[in-house]
């Protein structure tokens, strides 16, 4: 299961990034073409962030859809697998979206002194 090396990366960086912090919500931002599984990722989060700035922060996953545009006539393409055929027949594709793994938001708790 490569999505546990991946969340734990996805810790490693919020962690950096909240400098101690107390961590909300993290939200990200996983491409269907991806190969990566949301509920994979969201059950190694539930793990990975035990003892962490980020044990019981929310974790919102957006699924981005799969599109492409056609080399041939200039059509965008929805795609829920990697290749696909375009309406004028065409098979050169070339990919706008869908294989993203962003992390989109941070929200960490903000101490009033």
Same mark, same amino acid.
């Given at each position: 299961?490569?999505?546990?090396?991946?969340?734990?990366?996805?810790?490693?960086?919020?962690?950096?990034?909240?400098?101690?912090?107390?961590?909300?919500?993290?939200?990200?931002?996983?491409?269907? $073409?991806?190969?990566?599984?949301?509920?994979?990722?969201?059950?190694?989060?539930?793990?990975?962030?035990?003892?962490?700035?980020?044990?019981?922060?929310? $974790?919102?996953?957006?699924?981005?859809?799969?599109?492409?545009?056609?080399?041939?006539?200039?059509?965008?393409?929805?795609?829920?697998?990697?290749?696909?055929?375009?309406?004028?027949?065409?098979?050169?594709?070339? $990919?706008?979206?869908?294989?993203?793994?962003?992390?989109?938001?941070?929200?960490?708790?903000?101490?009033?002194?």
């Amino acid at each position: 299961m490569h999505e546990l090396g991946i969340t734990q990366n996805i810790v490693a960086i919020v962690s950096e990034h909240a400098q101690g912090s107390k961590v909300r919500r993290v939200v990200l931002e996983i491409g269907l $073409l991806s190969a990566i599984l949301p509920d994979a990722i969201q059950f190694c989060f539930d793990i990975c962030t035990q003892g962490t700035v980020l044990a019981g922060a929310i $974790l919102e996953i957006k699924e981005i859809p799969g599109l492409a545009q056609c080399r041939q006539c200039g059509a965008k393409v929805t795609l829920d697998k990697p290749f696909g055929i375009c309406n004028c027949g065409s098979w050169q594709l070339d $990919l706008i979206t869908g294989e993203e793994l962003k992390i989109k938001e941070i929200e960490i708790e903000e101490l009033c002194v």
